[in-house]
């Protein structure tokens, strides 16, 4: 049973049909981005195991697919079978080791960088130090403790968290936060109007506003707008509900046990040991026109853990490496008076590099050590182009 | 005897391709050494001569104008009537509408292709009102008729701009204008400065300076090309003005600038029709340029030289003429046919090649920089792995395979150079020559080399089915070219993926976005694995391998194309119609060959009984 | 090819399964967000309320360019000419019958109709700096306003009627329904432009007969909107008089310069300090007084009349923890360079910090900009800075 299984699971037959599900899918992909948005259609085709139907998510679930890292598992599976099982030492075998093992790194290389690599945003105006980026979709819940007078506690609970848990606890809050409704993504207005419903809060700015969830955004560059009621319970009772919303920048203030808090829904926030002032961006065209030659942030770097103060110039296919962050000139005001880089944390970086080069050399050894026998042997038989050859077919 | 017939040939076509270096001397207007002129335009310096036949190919898809007389106007004649001589280039039938909608609006009869602007002009208000409407409409939910709409809409405006760039409208003697507007200067700004401070001003003179102000003004604001150079000789080179700005700064500097003074000569002369003026003014004009903007004027020169000498349509004529001559030698057989098609081939290639690089020094710029200059480049590889596999195997496919390489690819080019410039500025991300010159060339070999592999593989069914010609030893060597060339596109396309991962890491730094033209750029390397793994495992043998092949050319096809179609990612050119219509006959012609591909063996030609030998 | 004993390497390949799926699964769970704890000093923190919608990266469909990077295709190649000088002056031609209303904080141009019977239309122009919502948000909205349901963007298409306003193209909607308040017919023609950052809001409102009866005039109220080319050079030498003969009728696209904000001059008093003002302050300031209590002054501005008085002196209470006041009296005038202003002086407790704060807001109305002084903070900080407060606001030079 395992013989065959093994058999199975090393096959040639299995890679070409992996090979030939991935097609489809990559071609089935691309088309449904059109509808879906790049960023859904990228997460239900590539980035899961199984492509279900309905595509938007709803019921019912059903699986029709096998998705981006069900068919690069049983790939890699597959490539690692085929080697132990064919595995032969031997100069012609070189260049097919190292492109599957090439192969085997970008895959794994790429399964890490959805794990582990995270990307946000810095946005600063002209003169602004920040010293934090945020999420480009992801928002959190900061309950911030602002009682002492040099600093404030916080404690940021992702929006993905609260809707997961309901109630929150941590032992640095001496309450819990309970998620009463979520929408992921919203609107609000100040008027009654059709198709929303009055907020129905019991503490805090809600109280006026009116609300309706939308649905959840698809196009690139919107990005939803989260509203929440949540309530904030503690051993003596609850303190209230509170509307908490990404259009609602005022935080909402409560106190318990005579401290003083506050509560905003806000981008997730990613502190950094060190501070970026953007001194200066220059957005440069091309003589009389619009189109963009360059855009490039002058930055302050400073960190006061080590002492660092010093200027860089951030530009197009010129980022900042430190740290292991790395800030790229990705985007800036429609005033040219703010700039925004990307921010992104990625440790497995170097794999598709390294694949790359592997495999690209494997390609190679492979295409030469059966070109340049060939060459020879025709160069070797002169003219005679109707003899046929007995050429060892691979 | 035969055997100096292929030099023969070559010599011939060569001297063609020279002969039309020589250019008569031109009586009358010498429009060819205006077109010589340097202006700054969309971002870049550029004779007036490209202008004309960018302007020319948007608007009628030609680079000429057919009069009613017979003769044919060349781009920049044309150029100079709608700069110099609106009324009489508002007659010339420029404006090609193919869309019946579109006409029944402007109330036209559809017995035309190419209409005049007077002919449009009545149904302007209606045509505004219409393109108000359809602007508010995204690009990808637009209706054919829209989008002809706004098409011509658009050309109307370039148009109505280039009659506006170098004469304000209603000026006849524009020498004489500005004789009178240097004289209306100093009267006029000392009006304006009384009147600023309260005191008692000129009325005429204040009115006089107004009026030509206002008229420049018009012109400031929609002239296209920039033509005067900058006068203080330490001002930044590139900082050129349109001439109503020129003249407006000229009530500061009170002193009409020599280049304005030049072209208002030119105008005078054209329109009194007297050509020695504005041939005088011409020259005179450019010696002046050459003298302080040598740069310029020499790359404009050089342009113009390109421009005239069309070496990619030359290059065309003789991929034709080679691939016929290729043909033939399958059935006739005989050598000097075959070689014949091979010289030129290369003579050919050897054009096609003086031509890239000279785009590379016009532009300063690695091959490939748009999808015009994608499809030159891909026509340029698909031949030079013609060649070799010509040279390798010599008989007749790999000519076949290069010449009509060449052929489709120029034709493709120059329907995609109908938008317009195609030596347009780099937008800032991509202001990289070292990932242009290896990505994108990298990426764009793979395509080659991909559709060479369809190609033989189309010649192996064709040749199988319909003809007796695929001897067991032509279908073997079509066997060996197919996996060869399957092997380079395998090793070409991923490695220029991946470099186009790596430069989007390094750019933002995300190695791979599942954009859709990554995600066609990633087909292309899983279905060359593909077929190379099937092969291995048996599952195919040599039909299958060709029919595999077929499929490439689609999927090739839709990563070069289709995917911009989509309107979406990071990609996305848009949606033409025309080019949709052609990728969808293109699949259907692919599709069609590979149902002839799955016909039993028994129904080749060349497989049936009584074989050959 | 020859084999490995598949046996062999049969069990080989379990032992690696084994020890790639704890890795795998490591990985899935490895996903998980988690809540973060930690401490900030507290000056960073004051960024909260300068902070509003996230830093979007604004990417569109363009050839080649990454996410985040603006859709340069959709700025029109136009070449401006020379540069800017004054800023817009926007003027009309008023039709009959049509009361001219001063324009308020909000509005920059405001007018009032009559009907026969007293029944009463409202005119207003009103333009919003950057996104002021969706189109359809807006239309929708004022659809609620009248009683009516909501439309999906492609009902809106349809109904949006394509006019001309200012020289650039707009979409005009015709809502009628029915009054909130007392049940009356009203109607609503309401009219959308985008030029350049801004959106402009022309909209009549009132009785659905008078509004009927005005809806021509409206229309040509709107075509006749002018909002003034810059001045070529500095002087006014301008297109009044061109002498160009009629050929010039019919250009089809009329770009229009770009109008820029600008930050007034003005003289800071000592002992404030500026600070980054985030994406929607033209400038703050922070202020100390004894035993480290603060006080901030924002400046800020709004097209138009960024609101009416009215919603920003119940916005400025609502941050003093105060009820909405429904009777507002006019407030004090001072006066200001360019005009008068008006005071508001508000106690009450800060709404973030809960401690006891005041307020003293200065709204300065020009013609087509309001701007928003707000001085708040501790008490008596607020007491001490007052006066120097009032001059740095009569100081500007707008």
Known sequence: MLKNLFKVFSSLKLTVTCLSLGCILVFWGTLAQVHLGLYKAQNEFFRSFLVYWPLDGSAPHIPIFPGGYLIGTVLLINLLGAHLRYYQPGKRKIGIILIHFGVVLMLVGQFMTDFLSRESALHMRIGETKNYSEADRAYELAVIDTTDKDSDKIVAIPCSVLVRRGDVSDTEMPFTVREKTFYANSELTEKDAAGFEQVKTTAGSGAGLWWREEPRVTAMDSVDQPSGIVEIATPQGSLGTFLVSAMLTQPQPFTFNNRTYEMLLRPERFYMPFSLHLMEFHHDKYPGTDIPKNFSSRVRLQNLDNGENREVLIYMNNPLRYQGETFYQASYDPDDGGSILQVVHNPSWLTPYLSCVLVAAGLMWQFLSHLIPFLKRRMAAPANASVPRKEKKR | ?613 | MSNYPIRRSAAKSVRLLALLTPLLLLATGCHRDDVKVYRIAKDQDQQLSAQTAPALPTDSPNPGLPPGLPDISSVPAATAAAAAGAPPQLTWTTPAGWTEVPPSEMRVASFKVTGAGGEQADVSVIPLPGMAGTDSANVNRWRGQVGLSVLTDDELQKAAENIEAGGQPAQLYDIAGTNPTGGSAERILGVIQHRDNTAWFYKMTGDADVVEKQKAAFVDFLKSLNFGAAAPTQTEISAANPTGDGNMGTLLTIPTPAASGNRPNWQVPAGWQEVSGGQFLVAKFTLTGDGGATAAVNVSSSAGDGGGLAANVNRWRGQLGLQPDTEMLQPPQIDVAGGKASVVDISGTDARTGQPARLVGIIVSLPDQTWFYKLMGDAKVVESQKDAFIQFVQSAKH
């Open chain 2, 1 to 613: 005897m035969k055997k100096w017939i292929p030099l023969i040939l070559v010599a011939a076509m060569a001297g063609w391709v020279l002969s039309s270096l020589y250019q008569p001397p031109e009586t009358g207007f010498q429009t060819r050494e205006f077109g010589k002129l340097p202006v700054l335009m969309d971002g870049r310096f550029q004779p007036f001569d490209s202008v004309a036949r960018n302007s020319l190919l948007q608007i009628r898809t030609k680079q000429t104008v057919p009069l009613d007389n017979g003769q044919m106007l060349t781009a920049t004649e044309w150029l100079l009537e709608v700069l110099m001589k609106p009324e009489q280039a508002d007659d010339r039938k420029v404006f090609r509408i193919d869309n019946g909608e579109v006409l029944a609006l402007l109330k036209l009869p559809e017995s035309q292709k190419y209409y005049s602007f007077n002919q449009l002009k009545p149904q302007a208000d209606e045509l505004e009102k219409q393109a108000d409407r359809i602007e508010g409409i995204d690009d990808a939910k637009r209706t054919v008729f829209e989008t002809q709409l706004m098409k011509l809409f658009s050309e109307m405006n370039l148009y109505q701009r280039l009659e506006i760039s170098l004469k304000p409208p209603g000026t006849d003697d524009f020498a004489a204008e500005l004789d009178a507007y240097q004289k209306s200067i100093a009267p006029g700004v000392a009006a304006v400065s009384a009147r600023d401070a309260g005191k008692k001003f000129d009325q005429d003179a204040f009115n006089n300076l107004i009026g030509f102000m206002g008229n420049y003004e018009t012109v400031a604001r929609f002239a296209l090309p920039a033509v005067i150079p900058p006068s203080d000789p330490g001002a930044p080179r590139n900082d050129w003005q349109n001439i109503g700005t020129n003249l407006m700064a000229t009530a500061h500097t009170g002193e009409i600038s020599p280049p304005a003074q030049a072209y208002a000569t030119m105008v005078t002369g054209y329109r009194s029709g007297s050509p020695a003026d504005f041939n005088h003014a011409v020259s005179d004009y450019h010696l002046w340029l050459a003298d302080r903007f040598a740069p310029q004027v020499n790359k404009a020169s050089r342009e113009f030289f390109f421009n005239n000498f069309q070496p990619f349509y030359k290059a065309l004529v003789i991929y034709v003429l080679a691939l016929l001559l290729a043909l033939f030698s399958w059935f006739n057989l005989s050598d000097w046919l075959r070689r014949s098609a091979f010289y030129l081939v290369g003579l050919a290639w050897v054009i096609h090649t003086f031509g890239l690089i000279f785009r590379m020094y016009l532009e300063g710029r690695p091959p490939v920089t748009n999808l015009y200059s994608s499809a030159i480049f891909i026509g340029w590889g698909a031949v030079i792995l013609g060649m070799v596999l010509e040279n390798i195997y010599r008989d007749g496919i790999g000519c076949v395979v290069a010449a009509f390489a060449g052929f489709v690819t120029q034709i493709i080019a120059h329907n995609l150079a109908m938008t317009g410039d195609t030596m347009e500025m780099m937008r800032a991300v991509l202001d990289t020559n070292f990932w242009l010159a290896t990505h994108v060339v990298v990426v764009t070999l793979g395509y080659a080399s991909t559709f060479v592999a369809g190609l033989l593989a189309i010649i192996y069914i064709l040749r199988g089915v319909f003809t007796t010609t695929l001897t067991p030893e032509t279908a073997k060597s079509l066997a060996r070219m197919v996996y060869g060339i399957v092997c380079f596109a395998t090793l070409f396309s991923f490695v220029g993926t991946v470099l186009g991962g790596i430069w989007a890491d390094q750019s933002w730094g995300r190695f791979w976005g599942w954009d859709p033209k990554e995600n066609g750029a990633l087909l292309i390397v899983l279905w060359n694995a593909t077929i190379l793994h099937a092969r291995w495992g048996g599952l195919v043998r040599e039909r299958g391998l060709m029919n595999l092949a077929i499929i490439g050319n689609i999927v090739t096809s839709w990563s070069w194309f289709g995917v911009n179609m989509l309107g979406i990612g990071l990609h996305s050119y848009g949606f033409t119609d025309a080019a949709f219509k052609w990728l969808m006959f293109f699949v259907g012609s692919q599709l069609a060959l590979i149902v002839l591909g799955l016909l039993p063996v028994k129904m080749w030609k060349s497989f049936s009984p009584a074989p050959k030998s």
